[in-house]
């Protein structure tokens, strides 16, 4: 059995992003601009039986948006926090108070080996926007009804990419395909194959669902070295902490690795695409 993640409390979510209690808009933003305060949904979600298990903030380079910036908090459901799973299908809300970033509701996977969480593609789930202007009516329980509603697919198709083995070459163009999401084609590093070295015994596995986080866990995280094509300069890779970036390359992976499936089985494309919502 997994370890149980513990909920956070208001003040631990206040510590880590403050911006969630913010009580006012940026004081430049549109006179109709639709001011949702994040934690005014963060208790609509309590009440729905999801819970913030995570939670961060973006810096900002203007101090006077401080506390209006964009923000991230994962949510998990009551049933799945008192019996955790490998994979366990989140909620993960998106806002800002300065109109940068629209009220978002998605989908993604925690993985509990690694502490590691996926943000779906849009492919496969659309985000359900909750636009910053006009009557929001009851725009989070319908996100929250559809995310529900997707569970058991979303952890379908995990399953399936567990179930399709990859030999060394098409590990090898899955992280060729990954590159772009991460470097620019001026950055040449010195051995690109390094993503693909796992982080721990547990991943050292051929599946396609495995070798997905392997890409996603290097690409945010690992220290990776090379050099700029165009000025001879070296550098190596830091640790991502932008929340956009962060997501763009989780979506980026997750698109590249439905694509992969679709090669590889060809009865997933007839029973995972365009149907998610059957």
């Known amino acids: 059995m997994s370890k149980p993640i513990k909920p956070l409390t208001n003040e631990e979510l206040k510590a880590k992003a403050p911006s969630l209690f913010q009580e006012q808009p940026y004081h430049e933003v549109s006179d109709k601009y639709h001011f949702i305060p994040t934690i005014d949904i963060v208790e609509n979600l309590r009440e729905q039986s999801w819970f913030p298990v995570s939670v961060s903030e973006a810096g900002v380079r203007d101090i006077t948006k401080d506390g209006f910036q964009q923000h991230y908090v994962r949510f998990q459901n009551f049933q799945d926090l008192i019996n955790p799973s490998g994979n366990v299908v989140e909620l993960l809300l998106f806002n800002s108070h300065d109109s940068s970033k629209a009220f978002t509701i998605s989908a993604g996977i925690y993985r509990y080996i690694c502490s590691n969480g996926l943000v779906i593609a849009d492919s496969v789930f659309d985000s359900y926007k909750i636009k910053h202007l006009g009557d929001r009516n009851n725009d989070v329980e319908n996100a929250v009804a559809r995310i529900t509603e997707v569970k058991p697919k979303l952890l379908s198709k995990i399953a399936k990419f567990e179930s399709i083995k990859l030999n060394k070459s098409e590990k090898e163009a899955f992280m060729q395909s990954a590159l772009p999401l991460r470097f620019e084609n001026h950055l040449e590093l010195d051995n690109p194959n390094d993503l693909l070295n796992p982080l721990r015994a547990e991943d050292t596995k051929d599946d396609l669902?495995?070798?997905?986080?392997?890409?996603?866990?290097?690409?945010?995280?690992?220290?990776?070295?090379?050099?700029n094509k165009d000025t001879g300069r070296r550098f190596t890779s830091k640790e991502i902490t932008s929340i956009s970036k962060d997501v763009e390359i989780n979506k980026g992976l997750w698109d590249i690795a439905e694509r992969i499936a679709s090669i590889k089985d060809s009865s997933y494309a007839l029973a995972a695409w365009g149907t998610i919502w059957n």
């Open 209 to 227: 669902y495995t070798t997905l986080n392997v890409l996603q866990e290097n690409l945010l995280s690992s220290k990776i070295s090379g050099y």
